[in-house]
Nanobody, 121 residues
Framework: QVQLEESGGGLVQPGGSLRLSCAAS????????MGWYRQAPGKERELVAS???????YYGDSVKGRFTISRDNARNTAYLQMNSLKPEDTAVYYC???????????????WGQGTQVTVSS
């Protein structure tokens, strides 16, 4: 009964910027942590950034100083601002959220279907 929808991916030149959005919808009571992961061909899925319900953030070493995660609790939406993009950032980016529904206080993990980010000249 909860869905995560990512948007904002696309093709961008090296050094360019993109802003990803992840909107959660459904019978949501509250959302704990929201995060962005990515997976490139031949690589394991890795955590890019995460943000808690009160704004505490974490960044993977490869994106520190270039990416910024934020969230709008009123809209149940998380964002990933990606600057100074490199070809190595090319991957499918997935949103994850830990959600308590209106039917239960138990936190459940939900994933979006992913959005493609391609960095190429």
């Amino acid at each position: 009964q909860v869905q995560l929808e990512e948007s904002g991916g696309g093709l961008v030149q090296p050094g360019g910027s993109l802003r990803l959005s992840c909107a959660a919808s459904g019978s949501i009571f509250s959302i704990n942590v929201m995060g962005w992961y990515r997976q490139a061909p031949g690589k394991e899925r890795e955590l890019v950034a995460s943000i808690s319900s009160i704004g505490t953030t974490y960044y993977g070493d490869s994106v520190k100083g270039r990416f910024t995660i934020s969230r709008d609790n009123a809209r149940n939406t998380a964002y990933l601002q990606m600057n100074s993009l490199k070809p190595e950032d090319t991957a499918v980016y997935y949103c994850k959220a830990h959600v308590a529904t209106k039917a239960s206080s138990i936190l459940v993990e939900y994933w979006g279907q992913g959005t493609q980010v391609t960095v190429s000249s």
